[in-house]
């Protein structure tokens, strides 16, 4: 598990060189109202969807329902995959000189119980209308996935 900080990179000739691949999944969570739910990271104040880690023992849902669930609150079911981002100039660094490569899977979700709650990983939980996230402090790698969400093709988003 990574420690306080987190910095990402994308396109950043200054950014270190990866040191590990770790699988992920990402969750584009949506009330009735279509509004999709963000969370501010604690480990670098930016708004983000939930999601984290793959551990071993794990499938790719059992870790999406996880993650949402631990930095949520929310239990939810997965109703599609939005897009498969395996971009190399895609990078994040941890606190404790961990470099990851990105390799995330992004599902949009609904939610089928639990409660809101904010975790230790975030600060700020907020449901928000697509057309207002245009403004918020969030990594690139993040408005991607919400576009590719928005976009609603038949088919997942493959980077």
């Not at 420690?3 to 009735?32: E, G, K, M, Q, Y």
């Not at 501010?40 to 983000?48: E, H």
């Not at 071993?56 to 981002?85: M, W």
């Amino acid at each position: 598990m990574p420690t306080s900080r987190r910095v990402n990179h994308f396109d950043d000739p200054a950014a270190p060189s990866p040191n590990s691949l770790v699988p992920a999944a990402s969750a584009i969570v949506t009330n009735a109202q279509g509004e999709i739910l963000l969370h501010r990271r604690s480990d670098n104040d930016l708004w983000a969807l939930p999601g984290g880690a793959m551990e071993l023992g794990e499938s790719i849902l059992q870790t999406l329902r996880r993650e949402v669930r631990e930095e949520t609150g929310l239990d939810v079911e997965p109703l599609r995959v939005v897009g498969i981002y395996t971009d190399p100039r895609y990078v994040v660094e941890y606190s404790n000189h961990e470099v990851r490569q990105q390799f995330s899977i992004c599902f949009h979700c609904r939610v089928v119980g639990g409660e809101l709650h904010v975790s230790s990983e975030s600060t700020e939980l907020k449901f928000m209308p697509s057309d207002s996230i245009d403004d918020l402090a969030m990594h690139s790698s993040n408005r991607l996935r919400i576009q590719h969400y928005l976009a609603n093709h038949s088919q997942p988003f493959v980077t």
